[in-house]
């Protein structure tokens, strides 16, 4: 059994800050520490899921959408198992549902983005952005 819990959601005004946080535990298969794929993925009101920013727990290699390059930057507390989302200069157009997402295999360079890729998921956290 794995279990994703994010943290950290909330409401700012445009050009402000917030950090996510993602806990991944597995009690029964234990995901392999070296080669997970965690990650963010957000959906807006009437639109698609889509892919925000995952990292390789055994690389550390990161991907970003291009909409968040620059604003948004994943770490990691690999002692916790913890994945963090700092967002900042936040614009109206972040405002969604935030789900942390894990697979059992190293992310994939060209598909990252692609969430019918990850089985675990966490329950999503609001982020609301407003101008």
């Known amino acids: 059994q794995v279990q994703v819990a994010e943290a950290g959601g909330g409401s700012v005004k445009a050009g402000g800050a917030l950090t996510l946080s993602c806990q991944v535990n597995?009690?029964?298969?234990?995901?392999?520490?070296?080669?997970?794929?965690m990650g963010w993925f957000r959906q807006a009101p009437g639109k698609e899921r889509e892919g925000v920013a995952v990292?390789?727990?055994?690389?550390?290699?990161?991907y970003y959408a291009d909409s968040v390059k620059g604003r948004f930057t994943l770490s990691r507390d690999s002692v916790k198992n913890t994945l963090y989302l700092q967002m900042s200069d936040l614009k109206p157009d972040d405002t969604a549902v935030y789900y942390c997402?894990?697979?059992?295999?190293?992310?994939?360079?060209?598909?990252?983005?692609?969430?019918?890729?990850?089985?675990?998921w966490g329950q999503g956290t609001q982020v609301t952005v407003s101008s």
């Open positions: 997402a894990a697979e059992d295999s190293k992310c994939w360079a060209l598909r990252w983005h692609l969430d019918t890729l990850y089985h675990f």
């Open positions: 597995a009690y029964t298969s234990p995901l392999s520490d070296t080669r997970m794929c």
């Open positions: 990292l390789s727990t055994g690389s550390g290699s990161t």
